[in-house]
């Protein structure tokens, strides 16, 4: 027997700096080619949705298929105004990081229609587990740029009292859960708090993200097992943006499977969509919250994007992917889709995304002013000392009542 030396694979990603990526490992699948099941399609059977790719918008900027349903013009507006919201307020936010007023920044160009469609499909207090590249939902949602403008300052008035790095919000009212640092862990605490809904008799639903790079961590899987044994009312999101920080999307495991595929395997219903196409999103979106709502159980969804920035204002990725990559990724910019959709509908026009564009600049501009008159990073305005002894205990231990009296606050 000829015996060969073992050998492993190493992914590699198909671009480098200096040549082009070859996009056609996303295996694409023409706009209205994927069925839509009954919501109470075995999860088992959904496994060709898994490995497809569910789209709407063709290129001409048509709905077609049967994922085009009937959408209110208003929520399409609504739709185009929160991602354009998102986007300048993430390009405002790095130039503020670059001025020093605060220490870092995430942005999350290129994905905006995720986080607005799905938050616009979703009732208003459904509970979100978001990592931080899903600012879009608190657009969504309407929290007070003022507020988000603070957090990133780590000012006085910064309602998570500088405890938080910049961009990890938390927002009770708004149904956002604190965002943690630690990856993954979204996805057992959406699970757990869906969990926990169903138990009480709640009418509420969880939605619980991730990244492509993160589900490598044991905590998707274990999400997943107990999402399906109890068929806990929760959407299960995967954003596939193509790359964590510099590890190709290969690594974490999506070159001969889907990351949408995991789910089927797990006995959840999965679904692979276009994630830069506004309507497909809101569809998928609404579908899966109607399967939580009605009992029958988790949804996962991988949304195809591409993360156009950089990691983060820490990153450059010029040093291990193609500078203009962005430019070539064939599934486009999500606002250019949707406006696109919207002229050809004849519901909007250039004049009115112009105007659209200049009325969020000045929200933006005139909400950062505000926010830094309270002060910005490196100033002298930011939360007393004192507020490391609250909002832990409800009746402060007298070990803590000594240490604030030795600290003479
Ligand atoms: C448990 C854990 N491991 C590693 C890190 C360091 N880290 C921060 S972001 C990141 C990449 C995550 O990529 P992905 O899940 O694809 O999300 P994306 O940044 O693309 O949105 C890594 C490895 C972390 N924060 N937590
Ligand atoms: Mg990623």
Redesign the pocket.
């Known amino acids: 027997m000829n015996d060969q030396p073992l050998r492993l694979h190493v992914p590699e990603p198909s671009g480098r700096p200096g040549c082009k990526t070859d996009f056609s490992y996303l295996q694409l699948l023409p706009a209205g080619s994927a069925r839509k099941p009954p919501v109470d399609i075995d999860p088992r059977d959904t496994a060709d949705l898994a490995v497809g790719l569910v789209r709407v918008l063709d290129d001409d900027g048509r709905a077609v298929g049967p994922w085009a349903e009937p959408i209110a013009v208003e929520t399409l507006h609504l739709g185009l105004r929160t991602m354009v919201k998102t986007r300048v307020f993430d390009s405002r936010m790095v130039t503020a990081q670059r001025q020093k007023k605060m220490s870092f920044y995430i942005q999350s160009l290129g994905e905006e229609a995720i986080g607005s469609a799905h938050a616009l499909a979703l009732r208003g207090d459904d509970m979100c587990f978001p ?3 899903q600012q879009s939902i608190l657009m969504a949602r309407q929290v007070p740029l003022f507020e988000m403008i603070c957090q990133l300052f780590s000012n006085e008035r910064d309602p998570l009292k500088g405890r938080q790095l910049p961009v990890m919000y938390s927002n009770k009212a708004a149904g956002f859960f604190s965002i943690s ?4 862990t979204q996805f057992v605490q959406g699970v757990g708090w869906a969990m926990a809904s169903a138990i009480r008799g709640d009418t509420r639903i969880a939605s619980a993200w ?6 490598a ?1 044991a905590d998707f899987h274990t999400a997943l097992t107990f999402a399906h044994v109890y068929r806990a009312p929760v959407i299960l999101n995967v ?1 596939n ?1 193509q ?3 510099s ?1 190709f ?1 290969h690594i ?1 495991g999506g070159e001969a499977t889907t990351f949408a595929g995991r789910g089927v395997g797990s006995g959840i219903a999965s679904l692979r969509v276009d994630g830069n196409d506004f309507l497909a999103v809101h569809a998928v979106s609404r579908w899966a919250a109607e399967r939580a709502r009605s009992n029958l159980g988790p949804t996962l969804i991988e949304w195809v994007t591409y ?1 156009a920035g950089p ?1 983060s204002t820490s990153d450059d990725p010029s040093k291990y992917r193609p500078a203009d990559d962005w430019a070539n990724f064939p599934l486009g910019d999500p606002i250019q889709r949707l406006k696109q959709h919207l002229i050809a509908i004849g519901e909007w026009s250039e004049a009115q995304h112009e105007a659209l564009v200049a009325e969020l600049e000045q929200e933006i501009i005139s909400a950062t002013r505000e926010a830094e008159r309270h002060g910005t990073l490196g100033g002298s305005a930011y939360a007393s000392a004192a507020t490391i002894f609250e909002d832990v205990y409800h009746d402060v231990p007298a070990h803590l009542h000594r240490q604030r009296q030795q600290m003479g606050i």
């Not at 640092?181 to 993954?184: Q, R």
């Not at 991730?210 to 589900?215: E, L, P, Q, R, V």
Request: glycine share 12%.
């Open positions: 990592t931080y590249r640092g630690n990856l993954a991730i990244g492509d790079g993160s589900t961590e954003v943006n790359w964590a920080i590890s999307q974490a993360r990691h």
